[in-house]
């Protein structure tokens, strides 16, 4: 597997990941930091396609209500975004 496939491979498992409450803390430091950044470098990804990918992410999973299990109203969804 070729340093491309496996920073693809990365993102990919940690966006499946986010979709799962209980690792959407873990992954919004990822996709924040220097991780995501290494490797959508890795993967060749210029500055557009970060955004799709990141806006398509934070579209997909709302957060919960705080033990409640309810999804959070549109207002209070976390934004990822590159900085």
Do not use: N, W, Y
């Not at 693809?8 to 959407?24: G, K, N, P, T, V």
């Not at 799709?52 to 709302?62: C, E, H, R």
């Amino acid at each position: 597997m070729g340093m491309r496939a496996l920073a693809e491979a990365i993102m990919l498992q940690a966006a499946e990941d986010f979709l799962r409450e209980d690792r959407q803390e873990e992954d919004i430091v990822f996709f924040v930091g220097e991780g995501f950044r290494l490797c959508s470098e890795m993967a060749a990804m210029d500055h557009a396609a970060k955004c799709v990918f990141l806006d398509m992410i934070g579209k997909s999973a709302p957060l919960r209500s705080a033990g409640r299990g309810k999804p959070a109203s549109t207002g209070s969804q976390r934004v990822l975004h590159i900085g």
